[in-house]
């Protein structure tokens, strides 16, 4: 009640001679007959201070919300996801069908194609998730980072959408040859995002 009293009629209301309360030596008796309350605000300031320099340090997780097609291997269908989702996933059946297309056109997208399909193992599909989560190594518990890339580049695999097409490793021959563009008569491929 006393600190209520003083705070109000300190703060809120000046006396007449308020000029003799800015003196120094008139501060320094208040401050050495409130040291608690100032130890106290000191100490709120210093909390807050800290909380701030460490909201600043640690790294904040980029967020970007950017959509692309992924492909229905039971529907044949296009269906737009978020690109953090990490393929295979659910389909319209239930299943893990749903897998990330890869769309390109000569000159504008309203004629796009889908060059490639690509999903990812389980073990790979498991060091991804880990990954985007913030906890490595995510393919079990001795595995180092290097081992943990050469699992994501091992097991992320590429397919033709034609029907019957096996998927091969995107790091092979094969693989590589698929996620090419094919060439357009005008020179100019482009990849096709969702609007």
Not at 137 to 142: E, H, K
Request: hydrophobic fraction near 45%; charged fraction near 20%.
């Amino acid at each position: 009640m006393r600190f209520e009293v003083f705070f109000f009629w300190g703060f809120c209301m000046l006396p007449y001679n308020w000029k003799e309360y800015l003196r120094p030596d008139n501060i320094r008796e208040a401050i050495n007959r409130n040291s608690s309350i100032i130890s106290i605000l000191a100490a709120v300031v210093a909390i807050i201070a800290i909380a701030f320099v460490v909201r600043e340090i640690i790294p904040k997780k980029p967020s970007f919300n950017m959509n692309v097609y992924f492909y229905d291997l039971a529907t044949h269908k296009l269906v737009v996801r978020s690109a953090e989702e990490t393929p295979p996933l659910i389909g319209a059946t239930g299943k893990p069908t749903l897998v990330k297309a890869f769309l390109y056109a000569c000159d504008s997208c309203k004629n796009k194609y889908v060059a490639y399909l690509m999903k990812y193992t389980k073990q790979a599909r498991a060091a991804v998730t880990a990954m985007q989560s913030g906890k490595t190594p995510a393919a079990g518990p001795n595995i180092n980072p290097m081992q943990e890339e050469f699992i994501l580049a091992q097991g992320m695999l590429v397919r033709s959408p034609d029907p019957g097409s096996k998927w091969v490793s995107a790091n092979s021959a094969q693989g590589r040859q698929l996620m090419e563009p094919k060439p357009c008569p005008s020179g100019n491929v482009r990849a096709c995002l969702p609007d």
